[in-house]
Antibody, heavy 117, light 111 residues
Framework: EVQLVESGGGLVQPGGSLRLSCAASGFSVSDNYMTWVRQAPGKGLEWVSIIYSGGGTYYADSVKGRFTISRDNSKNTLYLQVNSLRGEDTAVYYC???????????WGQGTTVTVSS | QSVLTQPPSVSGAPGQRVTISCTGSSSNIGAGYDVHWYQQSPGTAPKLLIYGYSNRPSGVPDRFSGSKSGTSASLAITGLQAEDEADYYCQSYDSSLSGVLFGGGTKLTVL
C-alpha cells in the first residue's frame, strides 16, 4: 500500500527547532518529487518546500533560510528541518508525493507544529 | 505577488451544479502550467480531485470536472451531494516564485 506517515511535530518555543519526518511505503521517495505543505489553524494550504527526484530543492519565501528539506533514500524518508521557528509557523504540516501525471496524489495524515512560549 | 484567486465560498442545493473559479496570471496558469484541484474535508488531509486541468484520478466520480480558459481554471461539480461539502483548492506552479502555488480555498456548502 502506498502510504506516507509524518512524525516529529510538537510544541516548541519561538526560536526553537524541530525535525519533521515523513516515512514512505509502497514507493521510493527518490522516484518522485516530494513536497511539504502546511495549514495554519483555520487557514488554507500553503506550499512550504519541494525536493525533486534529481535532488533540486526550492522553498517558499516565508521559510527560506530557516527550513531545509532533505531525504534519506536508505530509510525511504523525507525530512523537513525547521529552525528559528515563529508563531506564524504554527500549522499542520503535510508531506505529499508528486504524481507523474501531475498534482500531489498521496498525502500523509499531517503532524502538528505549535510555536508558543 | 503571485496568487491564485478563488471565491471564499459557494453553495448549492442537492442535485444542482456549482462551479469554482481559480484566477491566476501570466506566471502560472497563463504560462501554461497545469492546474490541479484538491478536496479537503474537515480534519482530513487534502485529496487530489483533478489533475492536469481536467483529468480525474481513479475513484473520483465523473460529477467532478475541470477546465481552463486563459489565465483561469474552473472546477465544476454536478449532481451535488451532501458528501461534497468540503473545502476545495486549486494548485499550479509559478515561474516567478520557482515554486508551487495554492489558491486560497473555497468552502462548498450543500444547502
Amino acid at each position: 500500500e502506498v502510504q506516507l506517515v509524518e512524525s516529529g511535530g510538537g510544541l516548541v518555543q519561538p526560536g526553537g527547532s524541530l525535525r519533521l519526518s515523513c516515512a514512505a511505503s509502497g514507493f521510493s521517495v527518490s522516484d518522485n518529487y516530494m513536497t511539504w505543505v502546511r495549514q495554519a489553524p483555520g487557514k488554507g494550504l500553503e506550499w512550504v518546500s519541494i525536493i525533486y527526484s534529481g535532488g533540486g530543492t526550492y522553498y517558499a519565501d516565508s521559510v527560506k533560510g530557516r527550513f531545509t528539506i532533505s531525504r534519506d533514500n536508505s530509510k525511504n524518508t523525507l525530512y523537513l528541518q525547521v529552525n528559528s521557528l515563529r508563531g506564524e509557523d504554527t500549522a499542520v504540516y503535510y508531506c505529499a508525493r508528486g504524481a507523474d501525471a501531475g498534482g500531489m496524489d498521496v498525502w500523509g495524515q499531517g503532524t502538528t507544529v505549535t510555536v508558543s512560549s | 505577488q503571485s496568487v491564485l484567486t478563488q471565491p471564499p465560498s459557494v453553495s448549492g442545493a442537492p442535485g444542482q451544479r456549482v462551479t469554482i473559479s481559480c484566477t491566476g496570471s501570466s506566471s502560472n496558469i497563463g504560462a501554461g502550467y497545469d492546474v490541479h484541484w484538491y478536496q479537503q474535508s474537515p480534519g482530513t488531509a487534502p485529496k487530489l480531485l483533478i489533475y492536469g486541468y481536467s483529468n480525474r484520478p481513479s475513484g473520483v466520480p465523473d460529477r467532478f470536472s475541470g477546465s481552463k480558459s486563459g489565465t483561469s481554471a474552473s472546477l465544476a461539480i454536478t449532481g451535488l451531494q451532501a458528501e461534497d461539502e468540503a473545502d476545495y483548492y486549486c494548485q499550479s506552479y509559478d515561474s516567478s516564485l520557482s515554486g508551487v502555488l495554492f489558491g486560497g480555498g473555497t468552502k462548498l456548502t450543500v444547502l
